[in-house]
């Protein structure tokens, strides 16, 4: 009998025990445990299950509690990506008994596993020496990545700079990032939304993370962040994009119409956090819960695989192998 | 001297290098011993009669495999034979009209199997060569349309209004064949107006607001895409096309209006190229005067298009942005290399 919530039941097991914000870790492990178990004896009903466990899972993302409706576009490219490395390590896979064939792919998975929790590190070593000494950062909303990255850099590699955090209504996410930074030493400062043009003046880089990056090197990142990025190009200043590799989507927006169905309206969420809520809930709105950054307004892009500018990031794109679109360089395995 | 005169010096500085409009192809005598069909077919290039790249190509190889698959020559020599006849066909052809880098790297390849081919092939020569033929024109063309607008038709939304430059045969069968309700809104251009061919044929189908490049930045805010076709597109990710377009996309992007190319990856060339002029076509100065008029004229057949306002290419392997044009190149040869 295939149980296709398998994976999704043990994610909000796991989302529950772990600390917020580290859900591609989660999502593979989610999906290792169903492999671990997996009681099918062929190849196809191996594979079948997979394929079951990680749809259902990428489609349900949303009902998790303590999973923003954002974080889960990335782990859908996450999810599908998966199942395309799955497949392809499969077919690559010559044993015929199914246990061998389970051992090897788990082992394959694991590797995968270490790849995108060593991303991290991978990502800091791209991006620090961009880090200088006395420069001002300006941070929009709150990316794990770029919190990780400010707080490695202040501490472990005694960096001294100062960052003006942008609130990012409506979730405000820009206060526990403020926060965050303050209680390691890092002088922050936060800043309403609508003074971004003003902020940027004193800012020397602007530091974002992404949701997605999309195929034509640009990115769809929290709402607000195509603003800044249009703000910088005008203030000539760069606007640097960290975010790992596995973030990268086989998707080609052209305008901000061409958003995913799932970060283009926030629908039921309360969209304004203020005194005065009760005068707004009935009020017609437009509600994007993320926005698209075309790729002229990226400078760089900093990733576990290096730092692109967002042209050559299609270089990299071609490097995927025939039909299954995973990039072959991400598929070989580490040294 | 006076003012004119240095006007007309000035202009021809600029275009000097490039190949002079030969005024009196009529007359001059075809080779001996061409095929009656080569020289009909360099006539109706000359004469605009034919005019588009994809109509040209096909226009090309279709004659090329008829007189191949005509050769009544010894089979001994067939080899050596029918690589002189292709390059005679192709000198004669270029006085006519230059053929165009798809169909230029095409032939390359054809005269490069032939060098491959066995010594004792004999006459099964022509069935290989017809064969290859055939399958170019099946494959890169006509599939390769087929998958491009099958492509295309996901990106035309109900209610758009989208812009389109000339006439282009892809994007043409493409607005055809949508089903949506959308407004097209087709810009043309001196002296070929050949937005108008386009027009007529669309008009029964499709609301139309025809009108000239003069006009497109009034139209520009209301247009939600930009459709264009290519003559070929080079390494640099920059597009060649007829001349006009680089001002439609410069608009475009101004008006952060995105431009889809609608290109098969045959027209992909190695070439790279930084302006419209160090490498271009002209086409007869008369057409753009009135009879009698004595002023210098120059008649560009293309312009470039800088990759940096192109959002979009569509080809048969998909939906790329235009810098990934030399690693699709790669990949094609590599793939063409292990067949």
Same mark, same amino acid.
């Given at each position: 009998?295939?149980?296709?919530?398998?994976?999704?039941?043990?994610?909000?097991?796991?989302?529950?025990?772990?600390?917020?914000?580290?859900?591609?870790?989660?999502?593979?492990?989610?999906?290792?445990?169903?492999?671990?178990?997996?009681?099918?004896?062929?190849?196809?009903?191996?594979?079948?299950?997979?394929?079951?466990?990680?749809?259902?899972?990428?489609?349900?993302?949303?009902? /998790?509690?303590?999973?923003?409706?954002?974080?889960?576009?990335?782990?859908?490219?996450?999810?599908?990506?998966?199942?395309?490395?799955?497949?392809?390590?499969?077919?690559?896979?010559?044993?015929?008994?199914?246990?061998?064939?389970?051992?090897?792919?788990?082992?394959?998975?694991?590797?995968?596993?270490?790849?995108?929790?060593?991303?991290?590190?991978?990502?800091?070593?791209?991006?620090?020496?961009?880090?200088?000494?006395?420069?001002?950062?300006?941070?929009?909303?709150?990316?794990?990545?770029?919190?990780?990255?400010?707080?490695?850099?202040?501490?472990?590699?005694?960096?001294?700079?100062?960052?003006?955090?942008?609130?990012?209504?409506?979730?405000?996410?820009?206060?526990?990032?403020?926060?965050?930074?303050?209680?390691?030493?890092?002088?922050?400062?936060?800043?309403?939304?609508?003074?971004?043009?003003?902020?940027?003046?004193?800012?020397?880089?602007?530091?974002?993370?992404?949701?997605?990056?999309?195929?034509?090197?640009?990115?769809?990142?929290?709402?607000?962040?195509?603003?800044?990025?249009?703000?910088?190009?005008?203030?000539?200043?760069?606007?640097?994009?960290?975010?790992?590799?596995?973030?990268?989507?086989?998707?080609?927006?052209?305008?901000?119409?061409?958003?995913?169905?799932?970060?283009?309206?926030?629908?039921?969420?309360?969209?304004?956090?203020?005194?005065?809520?009760?005068? /707004?809930?009935?009020?017609?709105?437009?509600?994007?819960?993320?926005?698209?950054?075309?790729?002229?307004?990226?400078?760089?892009?900093?990733?576990?695989?290096?730092?692109?500018?967002?042209?050559?990031?299609?270089?990299?794109?071609?490097?995927?192998?025939?039909?299954?679109?995973?990039?072959?360089?991400?598929?070989?395995?580490?040294? | 001297?006076?003012?004119?005169?240095?006007?007309?010096?000035?202009?021809?500085? !600029?275009? #000097?290098?490039?190949?002079?409009?030969?005024?009196?192809?009529?007359?001059?005598?075809?080779?001996?011993?061409?095929?009656?069909?080569?020289?009909?077919?360099?006539?109706?290039?000359?004469?605009?009669?034919?005019?588009?790249?994809?109509?040209?190509?096909?226009?090309?190889?279709?004659?090329?495999?008829?007189?191949?698959?005509?050769?009544?020559? #010894?089979?001994?020599?067939?080899?050596?034979?029918?690589?002189?006849?292709?390059?005679?066909?192709?000198?004669? !052809?270029?006085?006519?009209?230059? !053929?165009?880098?798809?169909?230029?790297?095409?032939?390359?390849?054809?005269?490069?199997?032939?060098?491959?081919?066995?010594?004792?092939?004999?006459?099964?020569?022509?069935?290989?060569?017809?064969?290859?033929?055939?399958?170019?024109?099946?494959?890169?063309?006509?599939?390769?349309?087929?998958?491009?607008?099958?492509?295309?038709?996901?990106?035309?939304?109900?209610?758009?209004?989208?812009?389109?430059?000339?006439? #282009?045969?892809?994007?043409?069968?493409?607005?055809?064949?949508?089903?949506?309700?959308?407004?097209?809104?087709?810009?043309?251009?001196?002296?070929?107006?050949?937005?108008?061919?386009?027009?007529?044929?669309?008009?029964?189908?499709?609301?139309?607001?025809?009108?000239?490049?003069?006009?497109?930045?009034?139209?520009?805010?209301?247009?939600?895409?930009?459709? !264009?076709?290519?003559?070929?597109?080079?390494?640099?990710?920059?597009?060649?096309?007829?001349?006009?377009?680089?001002?439609?996309?410069?608009?475009?992007?101004?008006?952060?209006?995105?431009?889809?190319?609608?290109?098969?990856?045959?027209?992909?060339?190695?070439?790279?190229?930084?302006?419209?002029?160090?490498?271009?076509?002209?086409?007869?100065?008369?057409?753009?005067?009135?009879?009698?008029?004595?002023?210098?004229?120059?008649?560009?057949?293309?312009?470039?298009?800088?990759?940096?306002?192109?959002?979009?290419?569509?080809?048969?392997?998909?939906?790329?942005?235009?810098? #990934?044009?030399?690693?699709?190149?790669?990949?094609?040869?590599?793939?063409?290399?292990?067949?």
């Amino acid at each position: 009998m295939l149980d296709s919530k398998k994976a999704y039941n043990h994610f909000v097991l796991l989302v529950k025990e772990r600390p917020p914000g580290d859900f591609a870790l989660t999502l593979i492990d989610s999906l290792l445990h169903v492999l671990k178990e997996t009681q099918e004896t062929t190849r196809q009903g191996l594979l079948h299950e997979m394929k079951d466990n990680t749809n259902y899972l990428t489609e349900n993302l949303i009902n /998790v509690e303590g999973l923003t409706r954002k974080s889960s576009l990335a782990l859908h490219t996450l999810g599908r990506f998966f199942h395309h490395y799955i497949t392809s390590k499969l077919s690559g896979l010559s044993d015929t008994s199914l246990e061998v064939i389970r051992s090897k792919l788990v082992a394959r998975v694991e590797d995968l596993r270490e790849f995108v929790m060593s991303s991290r590190g991978k990502v800091l070593s791209s991006a620090l020496e961009f880090i200088k000494d006395g420069i001002t950062i300006f941070v929009h909303g709150n990316s794990p990545l770029v919190e990780f990255l400010l707080v490695e850099a202040a501490v472990k590699h005694n960096k001294k700079f100062s960052v003006i955090v942008s609130e990012a209504r409506p979730d405000c996410e820009g206060y526990a990032l403020t926060k965050s930074l303050l209680a390691v030493g890092i002088a922050a400062r936060l800043v309403v939304d609508a003074a971004v043009a003003y902020a940027l003046e004193e800012a020397d880089i602007v530091l974002v993370g992404a949701e997605t990056v999309v195929e034509t090197g640009g990115i769809i990142n929290g709402i607000g962040t195509y603003t800044c990025a249009l703000c910088a190009k005008m203030l000539k200043k760069p606007f640097y994009v960290v975010c790992e590799s596995f973030k990268f989507a086989r998707m080609y927006p052209l305008t901000q119409k061409d958003l995913p169905e799932i970060v283009k309206d926030r629908k039921t969420l309360p969209l304004f956090r203020s005194r005065e809520t009760d005068d /707004v809930t009935n009020l017609p709105v437009l509600s994007p819960l993320c926005d698209y950054t075309p790729p002229d307004l990226v400078t760089l892009l900093f990733t576990d695989m290096g730092i692109f500018t967002p042209v050559s990031y299609t270089h990299l794109r071609a490097h995927e192998t025939g039909r299954n679109l995973v990039c072959r360089l991400l598929l070989e395995k580490k040294k | 001297i006076n003012a004119e005169y240095m006007g007309t010096i000035k202009m021809s500085n !600029l275009i #000097s290098h490039l190949e002079k409009f030969e005024v009196n192809f009529q007359n001059k005598d075809a080779p001996k011993g061409m095929h009656p069909d080569i020289i009909c077919l360099g006539h109706k290039l000359r004469n605009n009669q034919i005019t588009g790249t994809n109509a040209r190509c096909f226009a090309i190889l279709i004659t090329l495999r008829k007189i191949i698959e005509e050769y009544r020559g #010894s089979p001994e020599t067939i080899n050596k034979n029918i690589s002189v006849l292709l390059d005679e066909v192709r000198a004669y !052809l270029r006085t006519a009209r230059k !053929l165009g880098s798809g169909v230029e790297s095409y032939l390359d390849n054809l005269k490069l199997s032939i060098f491959n081919s066995n010594r004792d092939i004999g006459l099964g020569l022509t069935k290989k060569l017809s064969d290859d033929i055939g399958d170019f024109i099946d494959q890169k063309i006509r599939k390769a349309d087929d998958l491009i607008i099958k492509n295309g038709l996901e990106l035309i939304n109900d209610d758009d209004v989208i812009l389109t430059f000339g006439r #282009s045969y892809v994007v043409e069968r493409l607005l055809r064949e949508c089903k949506k309700k959308f407004h097209l809104i087709i810009v043309d251009n001196p002296p070929y107006y050949e937005g108008r061919q386009m027009a007529l044929r669309l008009a029964r189908q499709i609301p139309i607001t025809y009108t000239c490049i003069s006009g497109v930045a009034y139209f520009m805010r209301k247009v939600q895409k930009v459709f !264009l076709g290519a003559s070929s597109m080079l390494s640099n990710g920059a597009l060649i096309s007829r001349v006009g377009t680089a001002m439609i996309s410069c608009i475009a992007h101004m008006y952060r209006k995105p431009v889809l190319v609608f290109c098969e990856t045959y027209k992909f060339s190695e070439k790279t190229q930084l302006d419209s002029l160090s490498e271009n076509e002209l086409a007869d100065p008369q057409a753009l005067l009135e009879p009698g008029d004595k002023t210098t004229a120059i008649n560009l057949r293309y312009d470039l298009t800088p990759r940096n306002y192109i959002n979009m290419v569509i080809t048969e392997t998909g939906l790329i942005p235009p810098t #990934s044009i030399p690693v699709m190149l790669r990949e094609l040869t590599r793939i063409q290399g292990t067949n």
